[in-house]
């Protein structure tokens, strides 16, 4: 079965500052996501990730993946409070199906 | 145009009752998942359903059950709830076929067991 860990589990970082989760992942998979989740709340789809070397970047958020590694992290530029809340990486297992495995998830606190 | 959405908002039910949790996807997709987040971790697969069959299931016990209609809504069916079923019930919906096959989450159902 497929394992997906990231790490750190929980990072406190100051505004300003930069920082970069990581998500890695057991076996072969075809595709990769980033959700962002804030308390009490459903999951918001931040990247979609499809293929070996691919990157993507939205706001102060960047996501990359190295599929040979198994590899995927979310980097974060600048932080600011806005950005605080708890972020999942979820690999695609199970083909067509797209059943998705997540991380065990990073909460993110963005200090003044 | 409506994203996901889920009924009811929160539940609360005590031991060994019966719980039904119902998801409409969004307009055009065809496909509904299923996914439990306890407290503090990721949310775990429960089951998929497309075209009003069972296509993918987790490892859920029989306790959980599910359906999905002609029009693509799906209800989730817990029986004899135990503590541990206490957690946030998430619906997830998707395009068949479609390249990318993006899952788009509803706002969750939050399930509490007294």
């Known amino acids: 079965e497929l394992k997906v860990e990231q790490n750190p589990l929980f990072l406190s970082m100051q505004e300003g500052k930069n920082y970069t989760i990581y998500c890695n992942y057991s076996t072969t998979s075809d595709r990769l996501y980033w959700y962002r989740q804030d308390p009490g709340k459903s999951l918001e789809s931040l990247f979609v990730?499809?293929?070996?070397?691919a990157v993507k970047q939205e706001g102060r958020l960047m996501a990359s993946l190295d599929t040979k590694a198994r590899l995927s992290t979310l980097h974060i530029t600048a932080a600011v409070h806005d950005l605080s809340a708890t972020y999942f990486c979820a690999v695609n297992y199970g083909g067509a199906t797209n059943k998705l495995i997540f991380g065990t998830g990073t909460l993110l606190a963005v200090q003044p | 145009d409506a994203g996901v959405t889920q009924s009811p908002t929160h539940l609360i039910k005590t031991r060994g009752q019966q719980v039904t949790l119902r998801c409409s996807p969004k307009?055009?997709?065809?496909?509904v998942s299923w996914y439990q987040q306890a407290l503090g971790q990721g949310p775990q697969f429960i089951f998929q359903y497309y075209e009003e069959e069972e296509r993918q299931r987790g490892n859920f016990p029989d306790r959980f059950s599910g359906h999905q209609f002609p029009n693509y809504s799906s209800e989730l069916n817990v029986n004899a709830l135990l503590l541990g079923d206490s957690a946030l019930y998430l619906c997830a919906s998707s395009l068949a076929g479609y390249t990318y096959n993006e899952q788009f989450f509803g706002p969750g159902t939050r399930l509490t067991v007294l």
């Open positions: 307009s055009g997709h065809d496909t």
């Open positions: 990730l499809l293929s070996n070397g």
